[in-house]
C-alpha cells in the first residue's frame, strides 16, 4: 500500500481545510487510519485516526473531524478553526497490524509523503 496525502495549503486562521488520504496503489479499506503532523523542531505528534469510530488529540478535538468514503478508498481530515499553532506537515498512515486506534507513529505500517498546511495570523 501507497498512501497519497493532499489539500494543504495556506489558510488564514479561523479557516478551514480538508485534507484527503488515497491509496496510490493497493487498498487500505480494512486498515485503521491515522492522521499525524510535524512542526518545525517538534516531534511528530497524533491528531486522530478512525477504524469503526474516531478519536483525537486533545488540541484538536472538536475542531478537527476524520471520516472515511469506502466507496472512493478515502480517508479525509476536516480542520475547522484552524489556528497558527496547527502550522505543520500533515501525513496519514495505515496500520494493518492493529485493529484500534492508536497514538503512535511506530504502530502504523504505510505513510503518505506529508501535505503542508500553514496558518497564518
Known amino acids: 500500500v501507497q498512501l497519497q496525502a493532499s489539500g494543504g495549503g495556506l489558510v488564514q486562521a479561523g479557516g478551514s481545510l480538508r485534507l484527503s488520504c488515497a491509496p496510490s496503489?493497493?487498498?487500505?479499506?480494512?486498515?485503521?487510519m491515522g492522521w499525524f503532523r510535524q512542526a518545525p523542531g517538534k516531534e511528530r505528534e497524533f491528531v486522530g485516526g478512525?477504524?469503526?469510530?474516531?478519536g483525537y488529540a486533545e488540541a484538536v478535538k472538536d475542531r478537527f473531524t476524520i471520516s472515511r468514503d469506502n466507496a472512493k478508498d478515502t480517508v479525509y481530515l476536516q480542520m475547522n478553526s484552524l489556528k497558527p499553532e496547527d502550522t505543520a506537515v500533515y501525513y496519514c498512515?495505515?496500520?494493518?497490524?492493529?485493529?484500534?486506534?492508536?497514538?503512535?507513529?511506530?504502530?502504523?505500517?504505510?505513510w503518505g509523503q506529508g501535505t503542508l498546511v500553514t496558518v497564518s495570523s
Open positions: 496503489r493497493g487498498t487500505f479499506r480494512r486498515y485503521v
Open positions: 478512525i477504524n469503526w469510530s474516531t
Open positions: 498512515a495505515a496500520t494493518e497490524r492493529i485493529i484500534y486506534i492508536t497514538t503512535r507513529p511506530d504502530d502504523y505500517d504505510y
